[in-house]
């Protein structure tokens, strides 16, 4: 039992007041004289004793009583908590990730977690809400109801640790403080365990909620597999967690119109093909018809008219490998001698490749530099008789100079994997005893950063990457290098003049970091906007000469098929999906540990911590047991003789 007013207990020492005078009562008594003393003092004896007994009743009543009054005034009162004089902290982390859309006994869990913190929270208590995609710190439930009440489906879903970080920013920097962390998710397992760091200063209380069925159908991803003169194969990956399936109709749309329907059998994993016509542009959407998770039944992919690669050979040697990698199907390849070099068709271009020049001039220099500064790509193929000078003077920009030439055989053996030439589909597994290419010279280049994608068996570069420019460091003819003739020329050349216009994939997933090329000319401050029905987004987006550099990652939210527009211009669509991650739900066991706390259900975390802040106030009681008192002591007054 604690007291509100402790201050007011120093008034039990009144207590000595009643207990002087009943100890301390002075009387004078008076003599008076009788025949027969025998029956007095009989009669005295007992008076005596009924009158002591009495005295002592009324002491110990009052004695009750105004310590009673006294405990009433202080205000006694009773918590379950220890300590329940601190300040409180509650920050609420609100999973809103699309696997929240399973239905639980009550409909969806992120619809019923809304419901359940408007009911247990009460209305004026400070907090602070986290969601994947928002927060609302140091407010109240009243507050921002409508907000919780409105709150959408994230695609971009933080990871427990991150999320866990997060919320504890919130909190105050204050150790004299009760914290209380309530997460709220259905901690859905993931390919990364779930470690639950904890201190001795927050009480975390973990709330899972799970769905009543765990069957859910996802359209994995899409892909083309085969394209002719006539067709496009579409191929498209089903997943399923949960009982099979014997009879999954798959629909595809173009635009809305039906063009194709199949059906499918699945238990986990299934695939079908769709033929589509190679000469239409095909603004599509995959659907199936599955009752649980949503976000996961559609998939919008685009097939454009792709765009033409502008690539500029200046040759000094036979260009005949170049043509046969840089075909008219993909690109508008473009070759001159060095001395007939029309400048002014640079600035056009995506790519231009120094075939084996001797000499770089000045001018040419000052143009390429401009060239790469503007996102242009460049490959430098030397000769085996170079101006070392000039093609240094160039070469600095990327950071790099090549020093004299090195007349020595050497095998080119190493192939970075990871780099970005191929990592996407160029091996299927890392080969190390092929017929390696070789070189009879070579430069050596002194760089001071770059990335290389080919190296020689001494770990020197045959190929390097810095700031849009591809360094090659030995001529290709044939009496000095095996390269031209090797299988590795065809992906490197041809993966290099991809990577200089980038056009659409078949889609993009919302949350990853997307990148693309749109061919065209902008005027100062003019940007371009992704359009879809009443969606405007502008992205990040960098022009250059001839192209702008579009990129997204968050943005934008909402899957669906998007016109890039130049103010009321289309220029071409792009497709977004949502990531099919949550599409699999199976859920993490959560274990208790100390300082955490787990529960299925929020109004039971709530209504604990209700009950270790409540107080019992126990003032009326003392108030009652005063006049009970009062009134015994009246009835000993009256009655008791």
Known sequence: MQFKHPELLYALFLLLIPIIVHLFQLRKFKKEAFTNVAFLKEATIQTRKSSQIKKWLILFTRLLLL???????????????????????????????????????????????????????????????????????????????NDLLQLNYSPNQLNYEAALLKSNTFFSNNKNTIKHLVFISDFQLKNSNFNLKTDSLTNIHLVQLKPVNVNNVSIDSAYITNTTATAIELKVILKNSGREIDNLPVSLFNNDQLIAKTSVSINDKTETTFSLPADNVINGKITIDDSNLQFDNSLYFNINKTSKINVLAINSEDDAFLKRIYTEDEFNYLNTPLDQLNYSNIDQQHLIILNELGSIPTPLIAALKSFTNLGGKLIIIPSTTINLESYNALLTTF???????????????????????????????????????????????????GSAALKFEDSKPFLLENKNAFIFSSAFKTENSSFKNSPLIVPTLYNIGKFSFKNPDLYYTIGNQNTFDVETELQQDAVLNLVSKDISVIPKQQYF??????????????????????????????????????????????????????????????????????????WKWFVIFALVLLIIEMGILKYFK
């Open 67 to 145: 310590a009673a009054i006294v405990f009433a005034f202080a205000q006694p009162f009773t918590t379950n908590s220890s300590a329940f004089n601190l300040k409180k902290e509650t920050v609420i982390f609100l999973d809103n990730s699309f696997s929240m859309q399973a239905k639980g006994n009550q409909g969806e869990l992120l619809k019923r977690a809304v419901q359940d913190l408007i009911s247990n929270v009460p209305e004026d208590e400070t907090i602070s809400i986290i969601t994947n995609n928002d927060s609302y710190r140091n407010t109240t439930v009243k507050a921002i109801k």
């Open 399 to 449: 950071g790099m100079n090549f020093s004299a030439l090195i007349q020595t055989e050497k095998r080119i053996t190493g192939i970075n994997y990871s780099h970005p030439l191929y990592n996407r589909g160029v091996f299927e597994k890392q080969v190390d005893n092929f017929q390696y290419p070789k070189t009879n010279s070579f430069y050596n280049i002194n760089a001071n950063s």
């Open 545 to 618: 000469n001839n192209k702008v550099v579009i990129s997204t990652s968050e943005t934008p939210e909402i899957a669906s098929i998007y016109t890039v527009k130049k103010n009321t211009e289309p220029l071409k669509n792009v497709s977004f999906n949502f990531n099919r991650a949550e599409s699999n739900l199976i859920y993490s066991t959560l274990t208790d540990s100390e300082h955490v706390t787990i529960s299925d259900s929020i109004s039971e975390i709530f209504d604990t911590l209700k009950s270790d802040s409540k107080v019992n106030a126990l």
